[in-house]
Nanobody, 123 residues
Framework: VQLQASGGGLVQPGGSLRLSCAAA????????IAWFRQAPGKEREAVSC????????EYAGSVKGRFTISRDNAKNTAYLQMNNLKPEDTAVYYC?????????????????WGKGTLVTVSS
């Protein structure tokens, strides 16, 4: 199983980025997907999750209204659209998969983790 996060980079405050999480080696339709982030010197925190059928999405309060999670099961890929980025969004972003066909999504336990992609928000 492989989860590959990509799309990170350097962006100015107020800018946008779209992260992708490409999955291989699993039946993507059976997995909820979550995004987490870890800023330097801080603990990892949950950012957003989406259920296997996209029926439910959840967001951390700090990103609600700015980030949008989505998925394309035909492409085995999940996305995190990040708008109006702030310096405090700077972190390594990870995607993770949870084997669940529930209409809800959860942040634990996660079955698989991908390597992170660095997002830096700075002028």
């Amino acid at each position: 199983v492989q989860l590959q996060a990509s799309g990170g980079g350097l962006v100015q405050p107020g800018g946008s980025l779209r992260l992708s999480c490409a999955a291989a080696g699993l039946f993507f339709d059976d997995y909820a997907i979550a995004w987490f982030r870890q800023a330097p010197g801080k603990e990892r925190e949950a950012v957003s999750c989406i259920s296997s059928s996209s029926s439910t999405t959840e967001y951390a309060g700090s990103v609600k209204g700015r980030f949008t999670i989505s998925r394309d099961n035909a492409k085995n890929t999940a996305y995190l659209q990040m708008n109006n980025l702030k310096p405090e969004d700077t972190a390594v972003y990870y995607c993770a998969a949870q084997h669940s066909r529930s209409i809800y999504c959860y942040y634990s336990p996660m079955n698989y983790w991908g390597k992170g992609t660095l997002v830096t928000v700075s002028s």
